[in-house]
Structures are given as C-alpha cells and as structure tokens.
C-alpha cells in the first residue's frame, strides 16, 4: 500500500513538473517563441479544463447511480462544437477586436460598459464558481481518504479538512505565481495553459489506463465487459427525458458561460483558426474521456462492496485489484483535474474581481494621483489578483467546510452550471441581437440568478441550513406556490431542471421584455453594433493584405474624403518619395501616418486613425476610437447646429431689418408725400395773396369794385391758411392722442340743432333741404359735446358742398341700439365712388374739384380721430343711393332720456 | 390781336390773378381747369404758350406736358409750368420731359409776364 507520505511526494513532484513546465513555456513565449506554445493542439487540450475532478470521479458515480444520464453532460459541449462553432468564433472575434479579458468584461463591455453589470456578472460568478472549487477540493481530499482508508501500514487517517486546507494553499501559490507573473493586455497566460494542456494529457491517460485495465483486466475483454452491462441494473435506469433535456442544455451553456471556459475559449485563444480544431478535436476528447466511464461504473457495482462511493470507483477498483501503480496513476488524473480547473478558475475570477471590484474601489477610494502612475497601477492590479486567487480559493475552502463535503460530486456541478447560465440569455442577446440593452442585461441576470439561488443553491445546504424544513416543504409563511423546489405549483420535477426551467425563463423573459421596452444609450448602441456585427467591422487576427490594394483602398476612400485631384497629388508625391513608379506608395507606417493628418483635417483625428486602421488592418479599431468618433461627429454636428442656428438667426435680423427698411421707406414716402400736400395747400392761397396784393400795389386805376373784389380774395384766402393750419394742429394733437376731452352731458337734439345752425351759412340758405326725426334723436349723452358737433358740422358741410343733387336733401336718421347710439347722415347726391370710399378718411384725400370745395382734404380725418377719441366709429355707408355716413357712439342705458 | 395764352388751372383766384395780368399786357387768354380734356384744348387752341400748372383734377400736368412733348404737332410749343408742390424732384422730372420754364408758387406776378414774353420771343 502507497503511504500517505509517498502519495504527498508524489502530488509535490507533480506539482513541481508542472511548475517547470509552466516556467519554460513562460520563459519560450517572452523569448517570442510561441509556435508550438500555440498550437491547435494546446488550444485544444487546454478546453478540457470542462472535465474536472466531477467529471474524472462523479462521470463514474453518475453512471452508477443514473445510468447512461452522465452522457448529457457532455453532449452539451458536443453540440456547441460542433453545430454551434460559428457562435464560438463569434465571441473570439469579440473577445479579440474589444480585448475582452474575462465573460464580466464582455458583458460590461457590450452594455454600454456598464461597470455595474460587470460586478453582478463578477459576484454570479464568484458564487457559482465557489461550490465547483469547493468540489475539487473535496474530491481530492476524498482521494487522500480512500488511500487512507484502504491502507494496512496503519499511517493515521489525516484530518481531511487540514488536507483540503493544504491543497487550496498549494493551488493559490501556483496560481498566483503562474497566474499573475505579469501583466498582459490580452490577459494570456502561456505558461498555465501549457500546464493545462499537460494535465489535460495526464488525466486522459489515467482514465483511459483505468478503463483498460476494467474491460481487459477485470472483465476480461470487450465482449464480456458488454455483457455485464447489459446484466447490471444500469441498462434498466430509467430514461428521463425532461433531465436529459435540461442537462444537456445545461452543459451547452456552461462550455460559454463558466468563468474557466470562457478564460480558455476566448481569453487565452491565439488564433481563430485554433477553433476549427478545436471544434472535432475537443468533442473527441470528451468522447475518449466518457468511453470508460460505463464499465468502470458497472465493474465498480459488481466487484466492490456494497456501499462503497461510486464516486470513488475510480480510485478503489484499481486498489481493490491491488494496481497501487494504476491507483496512482489514477490518483494523479483526479489530482490534475481538480488543480486545472481551479487554476483557470482562479485566474479568471481573480481578472474579473479585480477589475470589476478591487480597481474600481481602489481608483475611486485611492489617492486618484497615483493613478497616473503605470508602475504604481500595475503593482497595485497585481496584488488585487493575487487577494483575488487567495479570496476566491479561501471561499471554495469554506463552503467546502459548511456543506461538510456530503454532497454527491454531481450534484454540485450542475447546481454550479445552473448559477453561471445564467449569463447566457445576455450572453447570446448581446451578440446576435442589437437590440438587446444594460436594463433588459441586467433585469434577466438578477432575476434568473436569484430564482437559482432561492430554487436550487440555498436549498443545497439542506433543510435547516438556510432554508427552514418547514419553508422547504410549504414555501415561505406557507404560500405553497412559493415552495423553492415546486415553484408555482409546478411539482414533480426534478430540482435541477425545475431550478434550470424557471431561472431560465424568468431570466429571458425579463432579458427580452425590458430590451424591447427600453432604449440603449449611445454606447450601448455603439458596442451592440461592435458585437452583432463584429465580423464586418474587424478582421481576423492573422490575414490581412499588403500591399497595392491596400493602397489602393486607401486612396479611394482619401479621394471620397479630400477630394480625387488632391487625394492623387498626395499618394502621387508619397510615391515620388518612396522613389517608386506610379501613384500608389507602400504603406509604410510614415506614410499612414501622414495620411491620417492630412484626412484629420477634414473629419477629425479619431475619424481618421479609424478609417485607416480599417483599411490597413494593422491595428483594430478599439471602442475607444469609436468613442472618439462618435464624440468627433457629436461635436460637429453641435457646431454645424450652431451655425444653422446664426445663420437662421442672420437671416431673421435680417428680414427684421428688411421689413423695418420697408416701413421705414413706406413712412418716409408717406410723410414726403404729407409735405408735399401741406405745401401745396399752403402755398395755393398764398399764391392768390401775393398775385393780388401786388396787383393791389402795382396797377394803377383799378376800380373801386376791383380793388374790394380782391381785397375780398386775399382776406378769404388768408382765413382758408388760417383754417388749414388750425386743421392741421387739430389733427396732430387728435393722432397723438394727445387731446383733452371736456365730457358734457347734453341732448344729441340738441347738438344736431347746434350743427345745423353752425352750418347755415355755408349754402345757399334753404336751397338743402334736411330731414330728421327729433323724437329718435332724444338721447341724452355723456361726452365731449363739442367735438361731437364738430364731427356733426363736418358731415352736413360736406353735403353741402358734395351733393349734387338737383335738389338736395339730408337725411338724418337717429337709432339707438344697445349700448349705442347711431346716426345716419344720408344725402341724395351721386355718392362717392366705390373705389374711394376706402380712402376718403384719409388726409388730403379731398375728391373733387378744389373750387367747389372749400377745406383741404383734412375734414373727415379729423372727424375719425375725434371718433376714435370719443370711443365711438365713423363709416361710410355704402348703397345709399347718394353719400352716406354713420356716426356710433357708445352709450350707457342709464343715461338714455 | 396780341399772342394766345392758354392757362391751365384749376384754382378760381389764380386763375383770375394770372389773367388779369396777362390781359393787361396785350395777351389774348384762354383758359382750362380740367386735367383730363387739358391736352385737347392745347392741341385745339394751339396757342403761342401754355402756362401749366401740375396738380389738377384728372390728370397730373407732367402728363400733359409729356403728350405736347411727344405729339409732333405740339411738341414745339413753349410751356410754362407752375407748381404749389416745391420739391425738387418735380423741377428735375419736368425739365427731363422738356418744360421750358419751371416756376413755383406763388410767384412774382411779374417774373410770369416776363417768362411769358420771353419763352414767345417777345
């Protein structure tokens, strides 16, 4: 029997043989000497960090207990290899083009760089993973105990707990010593994946060993070892289609979501093209990992004793068939599984703690200073990984110690890959669906892992632990349809897949519907277009074209942007200097360099450096350089808004000015044309003075009858300026309003009366006559009577004057209506033609002949401005049969007579 | 028989002044206040001078004075233009058309007598 010492011996030395390894792949790769480092085959070996110490030991154990279910565990990966490779590549180039370092960073990255839903996705992580590295501790202490166990040197059984303690130690040294070494900005780890790689090698080789060893050692051939299957129990397992479903499902989603999985798939891939290999060779290897696990199972429940761990079958078939070499061989296939995947799994959760939680914390509590500082940043992120391996590794030991290591191997598994596909509805939507966003991301990830953790996690501490018995069996305040593995009612199914149906569910139901009802910001948009459409914004890693049609590519888009004559001026001098024939230069790094200048100038340097790393392929485009873009565009199109706006701004000026112009123009005509009438009426009875006053002077012998006929004319005329100027004065302070009104009270009879009397002297007395109703015309009124008949003079004067009637008649009518009085003056004359009677209120707007009429045209103007001033209207009346006007003036009812 | 005047006013008191004036030194005057039969008169009485005056009832006196101006028949008779409008403007509009005198009112009874006699030769 191996002593416990040699076994311990041997775990150091293979421990130590990895550290070589790790060391000199290390030491190769940053001597530039990756080639083989890189291979397909590595790549390829190093996926198997999916078959941990759960799939080396718990496959068997699965089998023995469910039969042929185990399979689905690994038709999961199977498909997604093979029938979903396209999907895998997708996130490759992803991971590439958004030097995506952990599933956090690409699901932060896609929504919008949402840090928040970097820790949720880091948090779901680190609580789904802990269980899983939980489970490798406990199988490797549990390996220890069988050797313990089936020992006869009689070397004490080790407390197991110190055990588990010892290797969580030994797997955190190794992690954060090949795990952290340095820095990379694609987060490679070349000398731990070529350890993986290795152990990946070992654990095949020990269970294909201990598989041969069962069908031709134990059974003694294939045709035998056929035989006790088909007589074993395990044929007759029942078949559970909803579990097979679920598992399967489970375990697609896990290949894509498990932080390891994601760190060796994505993270650590070197070269797309690896994926091509990877997508036949991978699932062969799980086939090769899976092909024994059958017979082990039925052997191991033929041969040993009942009662015996079927997770174990691994180890004490060997041991009970006294290998001690095999068992240990085996042993080291157990040991290497559990270390592999805690050692990727590690490295991955200590990326995404430390840059989704530690960084962040420390930039934001830190002394912001130092930050500028690369040395003091990266020995900062270092030390952050490190905590982070020693955090996570410290976790797993813990929970490892609460649930007591009782748990069936498998069982733990797929309560892990349940937590961590959670990710997976954001996952996919991120990637193929643009319109997925942060809220929908982040509402499905929360939901989807908190009915995981109500349905399946918490219960797994069993009745008591977190969950009460009671609450288990009649859900919470007993709401039975609460119950954490019957949720809504649903029973009968199993937990698992009632945990997978209902987190899965409400996770896309709530990734989808919140996507549909929200709008992504910007960046959202942004990286959404970056991930669905990231095979026509990049190129694959390792082809790109040199050369003429690049140059070419460069000058048709040059010419698109400065224009074609100036664009191959500039390709044209650059060939010139490169001494080359023809227009098209190489595109040396001078060159791109001057090129992205001269377009910079046209549409902004991040545009630019954007446009021609597209084209020349020689560094990606990274969402920084878009973010310059869009901030480039945003920023022009503000400035080209501003311009719209001055120029529309301009322009309204500019209107305002013009139409302020045109009145201006309009008055000004208007007030020349005043002057002109003012002097023309003034200077027209002037004339007559001054001709007859120097007749008056100069002729001698005039009669006595002329000189009174022209003494009459010059004092006629002098009254007739006199009047005009008092007329002009009246209507000036009547326009401004500035007019003192004396409010009188007095009887409108009496005030037609007054105007009637005033105006006799005009005509020819009696030869017009005037008709009116008197008893109509009782109103007592409240107003400045003496404007009023002013207005009352100036229309019977005009019918005096205007009509032309043989013989003449007034007509004036009185009518008294609410709250107004109106008066109607109607003579029988022609009237005033329609096309002026809209202007005959106008100054100087005089009709007629200038002898038959004595005023000057300013009559009727005045007469609205007093109307105006008295709060009343005067119109023109038209189809009266002659010249008619009507005078409305308010009236209070209680002044009516 | 002296020479013909024809004055065309259609303000009664000028049009007595400026008559009176004219009849006293020898001038047979003929008179028309109407804007719109204005140019038919000229072209009928085909006097030695027309006095003109601008503002009238029907028609603007630069209009007449364009038609005498464009008629042949009329286009060589000497025109005296009064105006009460005393803007420059007008004077430089009349001139264009081919007045021969431009005067503003009111005037120099003496200065007209004088215009009158000149723009005839006398």
Redesign the interface.
């Known amino acids: 029997m191996i002593p416990f010492n040699i076994l311990v011996m041997i775990c150091l030395v293979y421990v130590a043989g990895l550290f070589i390894v790790a060391f000199v792949a290390e030491r190769r790769a940053s001597a530039g000497k990756v080639s083989w480092l890189r291979s397909p085959l590595v790549y390829t070996l190093s996926l198997s960090v999916y078959c941990t110490a759960w799939t080396f030991y718990g496959a068997v154990g699965y089998a023995a207990r469910s039969g042929l279910e185990y399979m689905a565990i690994y038709t999961g990966p199977t498909i997604v290899f093979i029938g979903w490779w396209w999907a895998l590549r997708k996130l490759v180039r992803i991971g590439r083009t958004q030097r995506i370092t952990s599933i956090a960073d690409l699901i932060s990255s896609r929504y919008g760089k949402s840090n928040a839903l970097g820790v949720i996705v880091t948090l779901m992580a680190v609580v789904g993973t802990t269980p899983y590295i939980a489970l490798q501790l406990q199988s490797v202490t549990l390996s220890f105990a069988v050797f313990a166990r089936e020992g006869t040197s009689g070397w004490a059984l080790p407390d197991l707990n110190a055990t588990a303690l010892w290797i969580a130690a030994g797997l955190a040294l190794f992690t954060v010593l090949f795990g952290t070494r340095n820095l990379d900005a694609n987060e490679r780890h070349h000398g731990v994946v070529t350890a993986i790689a290795l152990e990946a090698i070992v654990k095949l080789v020990a269970l294909l060993a201990v598989g041969i060893f069962v069908v031709w050692g134990v059974a003694g051939g294939v045709g035998e070892m056929l035989t006790r299957i088909a007589e074993s129990e395990l044929g007759e397992t029942q078949f559970r289609a909803g579990r097979w479903v679920g598992l399967t499902f489970l375990s697609a989603a896990a290949i894509m979501t498990l932080p390891r999985m994601f760190q060796v798939l994505v993270v650590e891939n070197a070269d797309e093209d690896h994926l091509a290999t990877a997508s036949w060779a991978f699932p062969l290897y799980l086939c090769l990992m899976s092909l024994f696990v059958l017979p082990i199972a039925v052997i191991g429940l033929t041969t040993l004793p009942d009662g015996s761990n079927p997770d174990l079958f691994v180890l004490t078939i060997p041991l009970s068939q006294g290998r001690e070499g095999l068992a240990a061989l085996s042993f080291l296939g157990g040991f290497s599984s559990a270390t592999s995947m805690v050692i990727v799994a590690a490295i991955a959760l200590s990326t995404m703690v430390s840059n989704h939680i530690v960084m962040p914390l420390w930039l934001y509590f830190g002394d912001g200073k130092t930050a500028t500082m690369s040395g003091d940043v990266r020995k900062v992120v270092l030390t952050a990984r490190r905590l982070s391996i020693a955090g996570v590794l410290v976790l797993g030991y813990l929970y490892y110690r609460l649930t007591g290591g009782t748990e069936a191997l498998a069982a733990i598994g797929l309560i892990s890959f349940t937590g961590v596909a959670q990710v997976l509805p954001a996952l996919l939507g991120g990637i193929f669906w643009r319109g997925a966003n942060l809220r929908g991301a982040a509402s499905g990830l929360i939901i989807g892992f908190a009915v995981w953790a109500y349905t399946l996690f918490l219960p797994s501490f069993g009745p008591g632990a977190v969950f009460s018995a009671d609450l288990l069996a009649n859900g919470p305040w007993g709401i039975s349809i609460l119950r954490p593995q019957a949720l809504f009612g649903v029973t009968g199914m199993d937990p698992v897949v009632h945990a997978v149906f209902w987190s899965m569910v409400l996770n896309s139901a709530a990734f989808f519907g919140v996507s549909l009802f929200g709008f992504p910001s910007p960046l959202e948009r942004l990286q959404g277009a970056q991930f669905v459409n990231v095979f026509e914004h990049s190129r694959a890693a390792h082809s790109w074209a040199h050369g003429a049609a690049e140059a070419e590519d460069l000058l048709m888009m040059a010419q698109r942007i400065i224009g074609p004559e100036e664009a191959q001026a500039l390709f044209q001098k650059a060939a010139e200097r490169q001494g080359k024939m023809g227009y098209l230069p190489d595109t040396t790094p001078e060159f791109l360099e001057h090129l992205e200048r001269e377009l910079s100038g046209s549409v902004g340097g991040a545009t630019a450096h954007a446009m021609v790393s597209q084209i020349v392929g020689r560094s990606s485009v990274s969402v920084e350089d878009l973010m310059a873009v869009a901030d480039e565009t945003a920023q022009m199109l503000e400035y080209q808004q501003k311009l719209e706006s001055q120029s529309e701004e301009l322009s309204r000026t500019a209107r305002q000015l013009q139409e302020a112009n045109e009145k201006l123009t309009e008055l000004s005509v208007q007030k ?1 044309a005043f002057l ?1 009438q003012i ?6 009875p ?7 006053s ?2 008056l002077m ?2 001698d012998g005039l009669s006595t009858e002329e000189q009174a006929k022209y003494s009459s ?1 010059i004092h006629d ?1 002098a009254i007739r300026l006199t009047r005009l100027l008092d007329d002009l004065l009246d209507l000036s302070v009547l326009e401004r309003g500035q007019v003192t009104l004396n409010e009188q009270t007095g009887n409108l009879r009496d005030l037609v009366d007054r105007a009637i009397a005033a105006t006799a002297s005009l005509g020819e007395a009696g030869r017009m006559r005037i008709e009116r109703d008197r008893l109509a015309e009782n109103v007592m009124l409240h107003t400045d009577t003496d404007r009023l008949s002013q207005v009352f003079i100036n229309l019977i004067a005009n019918a005096y004057k205007y009509c032309d009637a043989d013989e003449p008649v007034l007509t004036i009518r009185a009518r008294r209506q609410t709250g107004e009085v109106v008066l109607d003056f109607v003579d029988n004359g022609s009237g005033i033609p329609k096309k002026s009677q809209t202007i005959i209120f106008e100054k100087f707007s005089r009709l ?4 038959s009429a004595g005023g000057a045209g300013l009559g009727l103007a005045i007469c609205r401005e007093i109307m105006a001033n008295l709060g009343g209207s005067i119109d023109y009346l038209p189809g009266q049969g002659g010249a008619a006007f009507r005078v409305t003036l308010p009236v209070a009812e209680a002044q009516a007579a | 028989m002296g020479k013909t005047v024809l004055l065309i006013e ?5 049009i ?3 008559r ?2 004219l009849l ?1 030194d020898g001038w047979t005057v003929q008179t028309h ?1 109407d804007g719109e039969t204005a140019y038919d008169a000229v072209r009928d009485t085909m006097p030695d001078v027309v006095i003109l005056d601008v ?1 009238l ?1 029907g028609r603007s006196g630069f209009d007449i004075l364009r038609e005498i101006r464009t008629t042949d028949t009329t286009a060589h008779l000497p025109v005296l233009m009064l105006t ?4 420059v403007r007008d004077r430089e509009l009349a001139e264009q058309i081919g007045v021969n005198r431009f005067m ?7 200065d007209v007598l004088a215009s009158v006699r000149e723009l005839t030769g006398g």
């Open positions: 020349d002109s002097s023309h009426e003034l200077r027209t002037m004339t007559s003075i001054r001709a007859f120097e007749i100069d002729v004319i005329e007629s002949d200038q002898s | 259609d303000e009664p008191n000028i007595e002044a400026i009176f004036i006293r206040s503002m009832p009460a409008k005393g803007q503003t009112k009111p005037f120099s009874n003496t």
